[in-house]
């Protein structure tokens, strides 16, 4: 049972959509009503600007952290060692799939990170690094994003344990399910690059 409260509550925690409260208050409209629709920080600081973009990335992590801290004191402190997994992947599905919004929400970047960093402060950061790196110097979100990811299960498997690495494996396969039209476009160079700027005459 209590893991089905620890996701339980990192679920409700991830339906809240920083990204579209940012979004009412700086243009008055849903995020879904904007640029790709996506909630999240790259949709709203591409249409918005940096604040409300640096705004919705505070609020994403602050709701992975309050669903961690939720279930520590409910579990954690009673020597139940796994609340930090099963409220990670309550806040994936949430944030991607809101209840409120028809199941239709973000690609849980932000979480995965937040997700990733606080299971394995050391390796979680060097994924989370090396998919940002790469996002850089290739201009693509959706690789990077599929890197941070699949990098951070096998950190998992490799340095914590098995059932770490089974969630962030299932962490890993839902990134890439939500990034998949992203990966396509890379393929057929219709994926829009980020960080490129126009090469001068």
């Not at 604040?51 to 801290?69: E, N, R, S």
């Not at 199941?103 to 937040?114: D, H």
Request: proline share 4%.
């Amino acid at each position: 049972m209590n893991a089905v409260f620890s996701i339980l509550i990192g679920y409700l925690a991830g339906c809240f959509l920083t990204a579209d409260v940012i979004t009412h208050i700086y243009a008055h409209k849903s995020v879904f009503d904007i640029g790709t629709g996506n909630p999240g920080m790259a949709n709203v600081m591409a249409r918005l600007g940096k604040k409300p973009g640096f705004l919705v990335l505070a609020g994403d992590i602050l709701k992975t952290l309050l669903a961690f801290l939720l279930t520590w004191i409910l579990f954690g402190r009673h020597g139940q060692s796994d609340f930090l997994l099963w409220s990670g992947l309550g806040v994936l599905i949430g944030h991607n799939w809101p209840f409120w919004h028809r199941f239709q929400g973000g690609k849980g970047v932000t979480v995965t990170c937040t997700w990733l960093i606080i299971a394995m402060p050391v390796w979680g950061t060097i994924s989370c690094l090396a998919g940002g790196a790469l996002t850089i110097l290739s201009g693509y979100l959706p690789l990077g994003a599929i890197v941070i990811a699949w990098l951070g299960s096998l950190c998992a498997f490799l340095t914590e344990s098995t059932k770490a690495g089974v969630f962030f494996l299932i962490g890993a396969l839902i990134m890439t399910a939500k990034h998949f039209p992203g990966i396509l476009g890379m393929i057929r160079e219709t994926e829009p690059r980020h960080f490129r700027h126009p090469k001068k005459n």
